[in-house]
């Protein structure tokens, strides 16, 4: 059984960092590529970034060139280090699977940008 679990949101002011965790369990990892998504207050569901099996990866445009997302195949765990960041990043941010996640989701990680 699939279980996705993120860490490391929190309350920052624009321009500052933070780097989000998520350690997978219960699936072959290292096999599927892996992204994190983020749901904004009356908002979808959206990619913000990917990253391939193999390492390769891909970027909305809104986080490109801020965001670097990474991958430890041997701690099964997928980070997703956030720069500059503005208040439109404010959301709960998720891991899954990508393509095709998981129906199972985790319960997510806030990250609220105000000043």
């Known amino acids: 059984q699939v279980r996705l679990v993120e860490s490391g949101g929190g309350l920052v002011q624009p321009g500052e960092s933070l780097r989000l965790s998520c350690a997978v369990s219960?699936?072959?990892?290292?096999?599927?590529?892996m992204g994190w998504y983020r749901q904004a207050p009356g908002k979808q569901r959206e990619l913000v970034a990917s990253i391939t099996s193999g390492g390769s990866t891909n970027y909305a445009d809104s986080v490109k060139g801020r965001f670097t997302i990474s991958r430890d195949n041997g701690k099964r765990a997928v980070s997703l280090q956030m720069n500059s960041l503005k208040p439109e990043d404010t959301a709960v941010y998720y891991c899954?699977?990508?393509?095709?996640?998981?129906?199972?989701w985790g319960q997510g990680t806030q990250v609220t940008v105000s000043s």
């Open positions: 219960g699936t072959i990892f290292s096999m599927f590529g």
């Open positions: 899954n699977r990508y393509p095709g996640p998981f129906d199972y």
